[in-house]
Every structure is written in C-alpha cells, then in structure tokens.
Nanobody, 124 residues
Framework: QVQLVESGGGSVQAGGSLRLSCAAY????????MGWFRQAPGKEREGVAT????????YYADSVKGRFTISQDNAANTLYLQMNSLKPEDTAMYYC?????????????????WGQGTQVTVSS
C-alpha cells in the first residue's frame, strides 16, 4: 500500500507562483510513475505533469508547458509541482497520483494510488 499526502495549495493572484508537495508513504519502492492531475468544477480530471520514477520520461500538458515543473526528492519520498505564471484557468483541485505499473502518462486509470487533493485558486 502507498499513501499520498498533498500540501501547498492556496489562493494567489494571476501571475503568481505556488509549489505543491506530495509526500509518499508505505511501499514507495513499488512506484513506477508519479504525477499531478487536476479537476476544476464541472470538468473532468486531467493530467498536468507526470514522470517515470526510474527513467527520464516526463510529460506535461500543453496548457502548463513552460510554466509548471515536476520534480522529486528521492531521499524524502516527496513529489513537487512548481507552478509559475499562474492563470485563473489553473484553478482546480490538484491531486497527486502514483502507479505501480510502468505506464506513465495522463490516463488516470493507470494510477492506483491517489492523494486527497489540495485546492489551488487563481484570481484575476
């Protein structure tokens, strides 16, 4: 079992920055992929950024390329999402996800562990 705990959400004005954190606990050695997804009210959950923990494959949604950066601290079993130049359309609940299968990308069904979510609100 793997537990994921997000933190770092909040409210910022457009153009501001936030850094989300996701601490992983439990059988973290079994994780092949980790990532961030988001869901805005009335919309489907969408992938934001994901990467393979054992390789160099990193994926970003077109809408966040150049503004968001996903990274990890292996020693702390923590995943980060640095979000810069935030826009009102980035407002959503952000979820950390982990997969024990070597399938990295934006298909949410590939991920078998999810955090509880952290809210990000960007005002214009």
């Amino acid at each position: 079992q793997v537990q994921l705990v997000e933190s770092g959400g909040g409210s910022v004005q457009a153009g501001g920055s936030l850094r989300l954190s996701c601490a992983a606990y439990g059988y973290t050695y079994s994780i092949d992929c980790m990532g961030w997804f988001r869901q805005a009210p009335g919309k489907e959950r969408e992938g934001v950024a994901t990467f393979s923990t054992g390789g160099d494959n990193t994926y970003y949604a077109d809408s966040v390329k150049g503004r968001f950066t996903i990274s990890q601290d292996n020693a702390a079993n923590t995943l980060y999402l640095q979000m810069n130049s935030l826009k009102p359309e980035d407002t959503a609940m952000y979820y950390c996800a982990a997969s024990t299968r070597p399938l990295c990308g934006f298909e949410s069904g590939w991920y078998n562990y999810w955090g509880q979510g952290t809210q990000v609100t960007v005002s214009s």
